[in-house]
């Protein structure tokens, strides 16, 4: 069965404070591995899709990493319109997965003034 | 205009009624979704389809069904509800997977907030 884990589960940061959000994940292969951010009582947002370990995209101030057991999305210097809550989800490369996202809980991050 | 919506955005319905949600996508893309989202639990797929002649189960499929109309539109119907199905659903896009490309993006719409009473 295909698990996605985030950590943590709330993180707040000062304006200007750099952290890493934390997705590991257990999936018999994988197809793809991605981020979404989330504002209250809106749609998930699309934010990177990431395919094998090694992979780096950027946008912005976000920057998200992929092992082969886990994903990071990395936050420079912060600004509080990035308070929101970051979704990770899986897509495996065949089985019942393969044609779903398997999502995560979610990180909320609060980024103070 | 926004290229995934749904309707209505609100609902609050009683015990034992029947509710429709609509889905409509201007995006193109074949395959359709609908998860619904509960605090703590994450995202969960209810149903999906791959084009209008197919449509699939998902991990929480009791209590719902759907209809794919159209290319563009996916509706997904609570034949009788219960309180427990109070929750934000979401509807969801993708295209097929390019050539050597690996997973679909999926593109998510504005979601229905229902409470069942």
């Known amino acids: 069965e295909d698990q996605v884990t985030q950590s943590p589960e709330a993180l707040r940061l000062q304006e200007g404070e750099s952290s890493s959000l934390n997705c590991s994940y257990t999936v018999s292969g994988l197809r793809g591995l991605f981020w979404y951010r989330q504002d209250p009582g809106k749609g998930p947002e699309f934010l990177f899709t990431l395919y094998s370990a090694g992979e780096e995209k950027e946008k912005e101030r976000l920057k998200a990493t992929l092992t082969k057991k886990e994903s990071f999305l990395h936050i420079t210097a912060p600004k509080p319109e990035d308070s929101a809550t970051y979704l990770c989800a899986v897509q495996a490369n065949s089985g019942a997965g393969s044609y779903q996202l398997t999502f995560g809980k979610g990180t909320k991050l609060s980024v103070i003034p | 205009d926004a290229d995934v919506t749904q309707t209505p955005r609100n609902r609050i319905t009683k015990t034992g009624k029947r509710i429709m949600l609509e889905c409509s996508q201007t995006k193109g893309h074949d395959r359709m979704y609908w998860y619904r989202q509960d605090p703590g639990l994450g995202l969960r797929l209810i149903y999906y389809?791959?084009?209008?002649?197919?449509?699939n189960k998902g991990e929480i499929s009791d209590g719902y069904s759907v209809s794919r109309q159209a290319q563009a539109k996916f509706s997904l119907s609570l034949e009788s509800a219960i309180p427990n199905q109070t929750a934000l659903y979401f509807c969801?896009?993708?295209?097929?997977?390019?050539?050597?490309?690996?997973?679909?993006?999926?593109?998510f719409g504005p979601g229905t907030r229902l409470t069942v009473l």
């Open positions: 969801a896009t993708s295209d097929l997977p390019g050539q050597g490309m690996g997973a679909d993006t999926q593109y």
């Open positions: 389809s791959f084009d209008v002649k197919d449509i």
